[in-house]
């Protein structure tokens, strides 16, 4: 994959975990302001622990989205190194459909977690 394109990929995967922080941080300020309403202390009160496992779910996305801008950046640094496709693991290039669909990638699908 040529660098340009793998830059366009990265940046249009950058801005979209900041559209996903954007919504999830307005999602969990909603539930924030639902959790005071409820008094959602007692977890004996479903809707307490509706907005709890709400809270949790929007969390774990938060941090997914966080781990993806991190991923987004280690690689535009590769490509910046030009050590950019290959797998870290076995150093072969990663196959260019890998990189379409996952541009932060940095291991082949043989050597990913
Ligand atoms: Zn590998």
Redesign the pocket.
Same mark, same amino acid.
């Given at each position: 994959m040529d660098a340009a394109r793998a830059r366009a990929l990265l940046a249009d995967a950058d801005a979209a975990a900041v559209r996903t922080l954007a919504d999830l941080g307005a999602e969990i300020a909603a539930i924030t302001v639902a959790r005071q309403d409820a008094n959602s202390d007692d977890e004996h009160d479903p809707e307490g622990a509706t907005i709890a496992y709400e809270r949790s779910q929007a969390d774990a996305l938060r941090r997914a989205a966080e781990e993806r801008r991190a991923a987004v950046a280690a690689a535009v640094a590769r490509l910046d190194e030009g050590r950019y496709g290959g *797998?870290a693991?076995?150093g072969?290039p990663i196959p260019e459909g890998r990189l379409e669909a996952r541009p932060w990638a940095d291991? *082949?699908v043989?050597?990913a977690r």
């Open positions: *797998c693991r076995c072969r291991t *082949c043989e050597h």
